[in-house]
Nanobody, 119 residues
Framework: QVQLVESGGGLVQPGGSLRLSCTAS????????MGWYRHTPGSRRDLVAT???????NYADSVKGRFTISRDNAKNMVSLQMNSLKPEDTAVYSC?????????????WGQGTQVTVSS
């Protein structure tokens, strides 16, 4: 399994921006999909965005037009650029690797990074 480490979380004011990064312990070039998910205490983990090995992206409706996922296979890294942040974006954001297209729960997870949007 691939180990994933997230970074870039923090506190930001509404309307601000943050960039999250996820670094993998090995090459991600053959991994079917990489993604970001988020959850708040007591809630389930919800999809934020995914990107396949062919660069096909998928976004939750709530973040479309504000968030951008990107993938750098040479650096074994996936990033999430978050703009126009809202208080409801506050959550723990976790990186996921889905090696074979079997779904996120069959893959590997990072420990998560906290994002707090508040004035």
């Amino acid at each position: 399994q691939v180990q994933l480490v997230e970074s870039g979380g923090g506190l930001v004011q509404p309307g601000g921006s943050l960039r999250l990064s996820c670094t993998a312990s090995r090459s991600i070039s053959s991994i079917y999909a990489m993604g970001w998910y988020r959850h708040t205490p007591g809630s389930r983990r919800d999809l934020v965005a995914t990107i396949t090995s062919k660069g096909i992206t998928n976004y939750a409706d709530s973040v479309k037009g504000r968030f951008t996922i990107s993938r750098d296979n040479a650096k074994n890294m996936v990033s999430l650029q978050m703009n126009s942040l809202k208080p409801e974006d506050t959550a723990v954001y976790s990186c996921n690797a889905d090696p074979y297209g079997l779904g996120s729960e069959a893959g590997s997870w990072g420990q998560g990074t906290q994002v707090t949007v508040s004035s």
